[in-house]
Every structure is written in structure tokens, then in C-alpha cells.
């Protein structure tokens, strides 16, 4: 039954920020997953009669690779593969399961924001048995494993049923198709205070939740219209679908502009809300009030002991490195300790698994706490309806009194998309080279205070994750920060993070743009992006 297929290498395997994306085209190539999927297995030791979590955003191929690592798994001797029924785990879902069910690991298969279909993009990423994305040392034998493999094991055996609950055998293998949803809304009913909330909305509270045609609509119908009596119609777009009906499933000001229209109309709901095709990243917009990724870190940090899964107060906060320092003030307040990582999820992981930490963040729209180890869009949600149903009040004040009390972090993210390849490194390597020279430099934010490219030693093992991104600072505690995407799957795209500070008591309701205005002008100035990308504007402002 087990086949040994002998395969040659793919040279461009190598994962990204999170896990590794590809053009589906790429993927469709024969032995493409394939390669990928074994070079995984074959870095893992100790797995042999395990059990392994498999499960996707439901985007296209989505089915095709799910029968191809079912046979796989099988093959390489895990005992049992927990598959979401219809393929469907959404990120943080598929965390919850692997820890629940103390799975060996997961496999996701998501491109996470990116756009679906036969011409976008699809993703694998592979996750330890913390449930979380493997750390970069498990990452980097997973590239090197690709550049070296020879052969794949897999069975000669026909496509399992993925869509009945219940058990079946593959090759030796128990296959245990499961309800997506359920284990997760009981996860979040165990966190969050449902009465109260079902009270606010029994009470005239309205909201709109976005699902974007993505993984997240059947979480999102079973816990906010189901469990917690939302009117039906409370959340659009709520069937995943494989090109997710066009969208692109990114919920931004650019992605999700529907839903920030409609909340900014006059017959806006109390609250709007959205997450992306895998389910880990959140949008929260109340009433004629935009909140940014960063502030909401904030604002859920200062309040989360109001939600009963939080009550005894937080351990730390975690936050991305080009996140705002809003959190930091929080943390300052609270007098608990702040770390700061680099860029993606996988370096939370060990902070939180050591109990440092308890509620995490990046400025990308994605908060999270110690309950799995993903980014987690709908525990943002219900953690901010928890909070408004306990305060009884309304977003933007809740907004207003937060930067009254610790001063207000104006933040925008400027992203250059498509540029090419060489371009987007010649303009990091030049910035590299003029950091010693840039302290002192006058922009027009100022003289630059200091420079540097971000390194971080992991407080937990040691390990030290080098060149992670250029920031410039000012005096004034206002920076720039630069650095390459790693999730794209075409050409490069430059992220420009800008960020100012208004101390309590001092202009908090400027507006971002002219709040930022120097300070953009100086981030053009220092990193000569007009001169390297031929773009005299971003592509996104997030
Ligand atoms: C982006 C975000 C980052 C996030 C990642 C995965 O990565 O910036 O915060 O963790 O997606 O969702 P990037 O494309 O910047 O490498
Ligand atoms: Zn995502």
C-alpha cells in the first residue's frame, strides 16, 4: 500500500512569516505540496502512532492538499489525523484543536489574507503541539529538508470523505472528521461573559460582523447569532467560499471599505467588525469610530479583566516590534512587564508557553491571548463586546477616555505592493548601510535621534533573530520603521510603519494624516523610496 515516490527538489520552498505561500499554480505543479509536506515530516521526530491536526480556510485546493496529506500522514505512520469537516479548521480553530486533543501537531493550509482561487494563492504552514506556528529553527530545517529530498511516502488509496462526521481507517490510520466549530465556541464561551453580552444585544446593542466569504462566517453564525442571539443577518458574507466570492479577504480600510462606510453612515450599528480568510486577524470599527490594530491591543490589555477568562489580570503583554507603543503604557500602567518581538505570530509562542505574557498583538490586525497560540479574530471580538457589554458604553468613548488616560499613539502602515525584487532589497541594503550616518540627520520630523535594525534575543531560549527591521527614531519618541513582507507571493512589498506620540493632555484629535505629515515626508526622505520604487504614493495606508 505505501508507496516511496522519488521526487527532486524545489528550490523556492522556503517559508515565510508564516508558513510557506505560493501561487496556487505553484502548488498545482506535480510533487510540489508534496515535497513541502514530507520535508515537514521528515524534520519531526517522535511522531510515529500520533495524532496530527488538519484543517484549512477552505480557499481553492484547499480539498485537493487535504487528501494528499491525509495519504501522507498515513504513510509516514501518525495514528491519527483530526480533519475539520469540509476541510474547514479556521487558524486559531485548528490551535485550539491541536492543544485540546494533544496532538503531535497541525497541519494549516491557508495563505491566511491573501486572495483565493485558481490564479491566487494558497499556503501551508505547519504547527508544533503548543499550537503554534513552528519556531524558525524547525522552519529553517524545513527549508533545508526541501533544498535535499529525494522521495515522498505516500499510499495508493482512494480520497477520504471529509464532509461526514465520524471516523474511517486509512493505511493503518485513524481519520476522525470533526465539527470545525464546536470545540472552539465552547473555548469562547468559557472566556467571555455570554449573559452579559446576550443581554446587551437582547437590549438594542447592533453589530455587523464581516466574514469576508472566509473561513470565519460558521464560527461566526454559531457564536454571535446562535449562542449569543444576534439577529440573523448580523453577519454578511458568513459562507466560506474558494475564491471567497472575489474578496480579498483582508480586513482593512481598503478591504473591508464596506463595512467601514457603513459605520461611518448615519444608520451605522453600535459595532462592526471583520476578520480575514483564515480567521486570525480582526477589524473593529464602532460607531463613527475607526480603531487601529495597535489601539485595540491597547484598549483590550487596559480592560481585559472585565472578561471573566481574564480576571485575574494579565502576566505581560507581547507586541510585534513595529506595533505602537500604545500597549507599552498599558503594560507601564499596569505594572506588569511589555516584550517586544519581531514580526509574526511564531515568536509569541515560547512567552506564552513560559506564562510571561498573556494577551499578544501586531499592528497587522491580529490580537490574541494565552487561550490557543494564533492570532485570533472572533477572541478579539467577543473580548471587545465583553468589555462594552461590561462598561456600558459606547466605542468611541471607550477610545476617548483610553487616550485621555495613557496619551494617544497616532500609527499608520504605508505599503509599497509590486515592487521589484532587487529594487525593495537595493533600497534596504542602502538604509542598512546609512545607519551609522543617519543620527543627526535633519528631516522634516526633526534631526533622526537614532537608527538601528531590530534584533531580538528570545528571553525564553536565547535564541537571537537578527536583521528584523530598520527603525529610526526622533526625539520625541516618534519612528519610522522599515522592513520587506514576508507573506507576499509576488514581487516585494516595502512596509513603511510611521508613529507618533501625544502625551495625555495634549492634542488627541488630530487627524492621523496631518498628525503624521512630517513624519511621513521624513520616512520618504531617509529610505529614498521614490528613488528605489518609482512610486510617489504607497499602494495601501493602513
Ligand atoms: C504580515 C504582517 C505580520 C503577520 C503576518 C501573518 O507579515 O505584517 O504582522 O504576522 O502577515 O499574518 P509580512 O507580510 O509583513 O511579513
Ligand atoms: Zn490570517
Known sequence: MIEVVSTTPFTDQKPGTSGLRKKVKVFQQPDYAENLIQSVFDVLEGFAGKTLVI??????????????????????????????????????????????????????????????????????????????????????????????IDAYRTLRAPDVDIDTP??????????????????????????????????????????????????????????????????????????PLPDFGHHHPDPNLVHARALHERMMGPDAPDFGAASDGDGDRNLIIGKGQYVTPSDSLAVLAANARLAPGYAGGLAGIARSMPTSGAA??????????????????????????????????????????????????????????????????????????HWAQFGRNYYARHDYEGIASERADALMAALRAS??????????????SAADDFAYTDPTDGSVSARQGV???????????????????????????????????????????????PLIAAAEAVAAIREYTGMDRPSVIT
Open 55 to 148: 484543517g484549512g480556510d477552505g480557499r481553492f485546493l484547499n480539498r485537493e492538499v487535504i487528501q494528499i496529506a491525509l495519504r501522507m500522514a498515513a504513510a509516514n505512520g501518525f495514528g491519527r489525523v483530526l480533519v475539520g469537516q469540509g476541510g474547514i479548521l479556521s487558524t486559531p480553530a485548528a490551535s485550539h484543536v491541536i492543544r485540546k486533543y494533544g496532538a503531535f501537531g497541525g497541519l494549516v493550509l491557508s495563505a491566511s489574507h491573501n486572495p483565493g482561487g485558481p490564479d491566487e494563492d494558497f499556503g501551508i504552514k505547519y504547527n508544533i503541539g503548543n499550537g503554534g506556528p513552528a519556531p524558525e529553527a524547525v522552519t529553517e530545517a524545513i527549508y533545508a529538508r526541501t533544498l535535499a
Open 166 to 239: 465520524g471516523t474511517c481507517e486509512l493505511g493503518g490510520m485513524t481519520v476522525e472528521v470533526i465539527d470545525p466549530v464546536a470545540d472552539y465556541a465552547d473555548l469562547m464561551e468559557s472566556l467571555f461573559d455570554f449573559a452579559a453580552i446576550r443581554a446587551m444585544l437582547g437590549a438594542g446593542f447592533t453589530m455587523s460582523f464581516d466574514a469576508m466569504s472566509a473561513v470565519t462566517g460558521p464560527y461566526a453564525k454559531e457564536i454571535f447569532e446562535v449562542r449569543l442571539g444576534a439577529p440573523a443577518g448580523t453577519v454578511v458574507n458568513g459562507t
Open 328 to 401: 507599552d503604557r498599558v503594560a507601564e500602567g499596569l505594572g506588569i512587564p511589555l516584550y517586544e518581538t519581531p514580526t509574526g505570530w511564531k515568536f509569541f509562542g515560547n512567552l506564552l508557553d513560559a506564562g510571561m505574557v498573556t494577551i499578544c498583538g501586531e499592528e497587522s490586525a491580529g490580537t490574541g491571548s494565552d487561550h490557543v497560540r494564533e492570532k485570533d479574530g472572533v477572541w478579539a471580538v467577543l473580548l471587545w463586546l465583553n468589555v462594552l457589554a461590561a462598561r456600558k458604553v459606547g466605542v468611541a468613548a471607550i477610545m476617548a477616555d
Open 435 to 448: 545607519l551609522p550616518d543617519l543620527p543627526g540627520r535633519a528631516t522634516p520630523a526633526g534631526a533622526v
Open 471 to 517: 527603525r529610526v527614531l526622533f526625539a520625541d519618541g516618534s519612528r519610522a520603521v522599515f522592513r520587506l513582507s514576508g507573506t507576499g507571493t509576488q514581487g516585494a512589498t516595502l512596509r513603511v510603519y510611521i508613529e507618533r506620540y501625544e502625551p495625555a493632555g495634549g492634542n488627541l484629535a488630530l487627524d492621523t494624516g496631518d498628525a503624521l505629515a
